[in-house]
């Protein structure tokens, strides 16, 4: 079975630029979450999806980023504009339900580098 | 609010060495659950291991088995017999029920195996 799969998996792009990051999770998997790792912060929540709902987006940075999740099978994070300070790695995980703690699997991750 | 420490940043050892990674969690959760991730160099997020609260009962699985005491609210991770191919970053997570059980990770420990 397909893991998560994310797209790109590498990511250069100037500052100001916009980057759209996408995710497709496991599928019947019905939570997804965008998750970003740094050295100076670790892995930290951005955003989750219910059912395709946005439940919680306490943890994105600012107005630059944005997530969406059109269908079941598909969702994107965007920053607009880009800077520096975004650099990265981004992950998408998915898992079973929001009920219960299910598993969260995780896709391998995007690696930006925003010059 | 929750936290995961891992006050081990980085381990060393020998191959066929064990090896502990100690995870001390703090959450007001009366049940809950607690994970394990480990992070090779290609830098994907490979889930190892899941436990609920109301199991102590240790967990081996091959060379890996966990030690999980709740009274001393810690959660540790021995591999056994290490090889190079264990050299990783290994995370304890603990979901947030209050928040769709997004992971709250610890900083993570470097176990890094030498021939």
């Known amino acids: 079975d397909a893991g998560v799969i994310q797209s790109p998996r590498h990511e250069v792009t100037e500052m100001g630029q916009e980057v759209t990051l996408r995710c497709k999770p496991i599928?019947?998997?019905?939570?997804l979450f965008w998750y970003r790792q740094t050295m100076m912060r670790g892995l930290e929540l951005l955003i989750y999806?219910?059912?395709?709902?946005?439940?919680?987006d306490s943890g994105m940075p600012e107005d630059r980023f944005s997530a969406k999740m059109p269908n079941a099978s598909f969702s994107t994070l965007k920053i607009q504009p880009s800077e520096p300070r975004d650099s990265a790695v981004y992950f998408c995980?998915?898992?079973?339900?929001?009920?219960?703690?299910?598993?969260?699997?995780f896709g391998p991750g995007t690696r930006l580098l925003v010059l | 609010a929750q936290k995961v420490t891992q006050a081990q940043t980085e381990i060393s050892v020998v191959e066929k060495e064990d090896v502990t990674l100690d995870c001390v969690y703090e959450?007001?959760?009366?049940?809950?659950?607690l994970f394990w991730y480990k992070q090779p160099p290609s830098g994907e997020l490979v889930f190892l291991i899941r436990?609920?609260?109301?199991?102590?009962q240790n967990e081996i699985s091959g060379r890996y088995s966990w030690n999980f005491q709740k009274s001393t609210s810690s959660f540790n991770f021995t591999i056994t017999a290490s090889q190079v191919v264990d050299s990783a970053v290994y995370f304890c997570?603990?979901?947030?029920?209050?928040?769709?059980?997004?992971?709250?990770f610890g900083g993570g420990t470097r176990v890094l195996v030498k021939p």
């Open positions: 959450t007001r959760d009366t049940t809950y659950y």
């Open positions: 599928s019947g998997h019905n939570s």
């Open positions: 997570a603990l979901p947030y029920k209050a928040a769709g059980n997004k992971l709250t």
């Open positions: 436990r609920n609260s109301f199991d102590e």
């Open positions: 999806f219910n059912n395709n709902v946005p439940i919680d």
């Open positions: 995980a998915s898992s079973l339900g929001q009920g219960v703690v299910e598993t969260q699997y």
